[in-house]
């Protein structure tokens, strides 16, 4: 089977197929910094103790992940609340997930929103 031949980078570089150079790996750190520097922390936006305290009585009675099937571990907001907390509060708009399907596939979904 053949394989892809390997790219040049901006910066100058041979890149093999499939990977990522290291001045595109910097880039990206540095773009999520700044985006974090004007993030709220997550107490700011909400998750504090009380938050943590529903969730778990949430994941008590919804024990498995609504994509995959899988013990649940996070709550999700099935539509994004964006500060709005009577959406954030509304139990109807959680909805029980693994750690991989939060992590990969729902922020996937959101990404092509």
């Not at 995959?68 to 109807?92: E, I, Y």
Request: net charge positive.
């Amino acid at each position: 089977m053949p394989y892809a031949a390997p790219r040049i980078c901006q910066c100058g570089r041979v890149v093999a197929t499939g990977m990522r150079c290291g001045c595109q790996a910097q880039r990206d750190r540095e773009r999520k910094a700044r985006h974090d520097q004007n993030r709220p922390s997550a107490r700011q936006r909400g998750y504090d103790s009380k938050w943590q305290k529903e969730a778990k009585a949430f994941l008590a009675t919804h024990s498995r992940c609504v994509m995959c099937g899988a013990p649940s571990r996070v709550v999700d907001h099935a539509t994004p609340h964006k500060g709005n907390r009577k959406l954030f509060w509304s139990r109807s708009n959680w909805q029980p997930l693994c750690t991989f399907c939060h992590s990969s596939r729902k922020q996937s979904m959101e990404k092509r929103r």
